[in-house]
């Protein structure tokens, strides 16, 4: 699949985004390895602290329907900056993906890439309990 292909389905998964409070809307795709996508966007509660990231939609779907191994992340806002993944996606993606690729967008859909390892160095996974 093509980065395009992955951030247009992150763009589509945006439009379900439930931000009636920020009214900033994220849309996610996650790639799994071999081939599926799953989506997920933004869904925010008036108790601020159980907003869930798109990112983490995406995963908890994925996740709960037996896929572990992923390749490729695409993260959309509706802003002119990137969408970077927060602190706590970065950490629940390096879980599953410490090598995973991770592009991030504008709402112009112009994006970069960078490796999850970077966004999060010395991230915490489970050869960490080692």
């Not at 993260?75 to 990137?82: A, H, L, M």
């Given at each position: ?27 996610a ?21 159980n ?27 509706n ?52």
């Amino acid at each position: 699949m093509t980065d395009e292909k992955l951030l247009e389905l992150a763009l589509d998964a945006r439009k379900n985004a439930y931000v009636p409070y920020s009214g900033y809307a994220v849309g996610a795709a996650l790639l799994t390895e071999d081939g599926k996508v799953f989506a997920g966007c933004n869904i925010e509660n008036a108790a601020y602290g159980n907003t869930l990231c798109a990112e983490r939609t995406a995963l908890v779907k994925a996740v709960s329907e037996g896929c572990r191994k992923f390749t490729r992340l695409a993260v959309v806002g509706n802003s002119t900056d990137y969408c970077w993944p927060c602190g706590v996606c970065r950490q629940m993606l390096y879980e599953f993906a410490p090598d995973l690729e991770v592009l991030v967008a504008r709402k112009d859909h112009q994006f970069v890439k960078f490796p999850l390892r970077a966004l999060l160095p010395h991230g915490f996974g489970p050869e960490s309990l080692d």
